[in-house]
């Protein structure tokens, strides 16, 4: 499996980004997905997921901010991140809910939010 995420960068505080992760295999549609972070010192921590019926779930810190969306066509999963602080700060990764057992994770993206 190959899991390449895109999109992050620096924003200021209030700003937006849109994540993506495009992943390879034929099996994308039958699992569920989730977008992770790690902030620096912190350890790595699930903030968005979506099931393989289209169903979200969002950690507390992120409700009404971040949307989760997939797209079973193209092997996507995207993370729209609205309202964004300087707490936002942190390498986005995706991967499978739960992840994959062989420790297989992709590169991440960066995403810096400015005060």
């Known amino acids: 499996v190959q899991l390449v995420e895109s999109g992050g960068g620096l924003v200021q505080a209030g700003g937006s980004l849109r994540l993506s992760c495009s992943v390879s295999?034929?099996?994308?549609?039958?699992?569920?997905w989730g977008w992770y972070r790690q902030a620096p010192g912190k350890q790595r921590e699930l903030v968005a997921s979506i099931a393989r019926d289209g169903r979200t779930t969002l950690t507390d810190s992120v409700k009404g901010r971040f949307t989760i969306s997939r797209d079973n066509a193209k092997n996507t999963v995207n993370l729209q991140m609205n309202s964004l602080k300087p707490e936002d700060t942190a390498v986005y990764y995706c991967?499978?809910?739960?992840?994959?057992?062989?420790?297989?994770w992709g590169q991440g993206t960066q995403v810096t939010v400015s005060s």
């Open positions: 295999g034929t099996w994308f549609s039958i699992k569920g």
């Open positions: 991967n499978a809910d739960p992840p994959f057992s062989d420790g297989v």
